[in-house]
């Protein structure tokens, strides 16, 4: 009678345990979630829409997706893409590859200007991680990054036209984090720049607008480090921005 006790009561004393143990693990990975959530707020959030808004201000430009290595070298070579250059304020992932280390006159101008702001505020470099990419190439990428963006249709990635840069986002404290969208949030109210904060890679991703090369020919940009709260811009943007371009589309 024992044995027959033990045999039938201890197994399911075991699988009891095993299934509280199981439900207690479920709990703890989706409170890991939750928190998780909570310590993901960027400003700018990853969105269909704003996919949509890049392509629709790639094909305002009239910028062709450039295709392969052929065009890449073509583009250089008349000058419509420019090399971004590491400098005292800015860096370049080493893992970049060197021919890809290029984007339009505009991009440039942008990511210096950050760059030079960004180095006076905090004596340290943004880094580029990523500029100009084929379609050839992001086809490849999507292969094995199910969340890089399409190579084509209306929601393909801005890399494609060389607009749009990577910036690092890893290792930056939340102050430098702050400054870098409050500064995006000034350009993005203009209509100059379409952000997102990117969570798997933790990167900037920034689509530039021709506009910027204009409008900055009026500024002098960010002569003091942005205000706390996106509320009330600077001086300088408040006063011309009855000049700017009308905004992509629509702000984020």
């Known amino acids: 009678m024992l044995a027959i006790f033990v045999a039938v009561v201890l197994p399911a004393k075991g699988f009891a345990l095993h299934r509280v143990d199981h439900h207690h693990r479920i709990l703890r990975s989706l409170r890991l979630r939750g928190v998780r959530r909570l310590l993901w707020n960027p400003m700018f959030r990853p969105s269909h829409d704003s996919l949509i808004r890049q392509n629709e201000e790639i094909d305002r430009i009239d910028l062709p997706r450039i295709q392969d290595d052929a065009e890449l070298e073509a583009l250089k070579a008349s000058g419509a893409l420019v090399p971004i250059e590491q400098s005292e304020s800015l860096k370049i ?60 249709g209306d929601t393909a990635s801005s890399h494609l036209a060389g607009v749009t840069v990577d910036l690092q986002r ?3 404290s939340k102050e430098q984090i702050r400054f870098v969208e409050y500064y995006l949030f000034y350009l993005n109210a203009l209509g100059l ?52 371009p009308t905004p992509m589309s629509a702000s984020n």
Not at 112 to 125: G, I, N, T
Not at 203 to 220: A, K, L
């Open 93 to 152: 992932e080493r893992s970049l590859d060197p021919s890809r280390r290029y984007c339009r006159p505009w991009t440039r101008d942008f990511v210096e200007d950050l760059s030079e702001v960004y180095y006076r505020q905090f004596h340290a470099q943004i880094q580029v991680n990523s500029a100009v990419r084929t379609v050839k190439g992001q086809k490849k990428l999507r292969r094995h990054n199910r969340n890089a963006a399409p190579a084509e």
């Open 170 to 172: 890893r290792g930056m």
């Open 193 to 244: 720049v379409e952000p997102e904060e990117e969570r798997h890679h933790w990167c900037f991703h920034v689509m530039v607008s021709d506009h910027y090369s204009n409008w900055r020919q009026t500024q002098t940009i960010f002569p003091r480090s942005p205000v706390e709260e996106p509320g009330a811009a600077p001086a300088n943007v408040t006063a011309t921005a009855a000049a700017a």
